[in-house]
């Protein structure tokens, strides 16, 4: 346990905020941070291949590729609902008050997954740019970035 919090203390550090370690209490927020989280981590797998970080594994990159396909195409049935104001949420009113301009980039997300060659570490580092442009977009516009 004293272990434990440490860690949680000392990754709270690093990341430079106390928000993030908070717990999320309204079930549309959660719902958002795991659909973002999944993204985030295939995301991840692809970009570290990508690096030379992890080898390149044809079969984990055609899943991770799948799968962010797949979850960019429930960010619009995931998101739909606001819920009640989470003050953990990092998402923005913007985001209600401007939905299809928020579904184009959903769709964005998913076209750039979708055109993504995942048939070497090469190409796949050759459609990182497209895919991280695609995120980059609609947190930019859409997410509370905390520092
Ligand atoms: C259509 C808009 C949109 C796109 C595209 C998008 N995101 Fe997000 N993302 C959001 C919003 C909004 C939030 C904040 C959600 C909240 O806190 O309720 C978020 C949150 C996150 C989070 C934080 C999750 C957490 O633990 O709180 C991660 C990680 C993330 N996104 C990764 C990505 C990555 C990686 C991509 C691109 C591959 C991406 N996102 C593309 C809108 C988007």
Not at 98 to 103: A, P, T, V
Not at 108 to 133: F, H, N, P, R, Y
Request: hydrophobic share 45%.
């Amino acid at each position: 346990m004293k272990l434990a919090k440490a860690f949680a203390i000392a990754t709270i550090l690093a990341a430079g905020t106390a928000q993030a370690e908070a717990e999320r209490t309204d079930p549309n927020a959660i719902a958002r941070e795991e659909l973002m989280e999944l993204v985030g981590k295939n995301t991840g797998i692809l970009g570290d291949m990508a690096k030379g970080k992890t080898a390149f594994d044809a079969a984990q990159a055609e899943t991770a590729k799948a799968a962010l396909v797949e979850a960019a195409g429930k960010i619009e049935a995931t998101f739909a609902e606001p819920g009640a104001t989470d003050p953990v949420s990092e998402a923005k009113p913007e985001i209600w008050t401007n939905w299809e301009d928020f579904l184009v980039k959903a769709k964005t997300l998913g076209e750039a997954a979708g055109a993504m060659d995942v048939a070497s570490a090469e190409s796949i580092g050759a459609g990182m740019g497209k895919l991280g442009g695609a995120c980059k977009d609609c947190h930019t516009t859409y997410r509370v970035m905390k520092e």
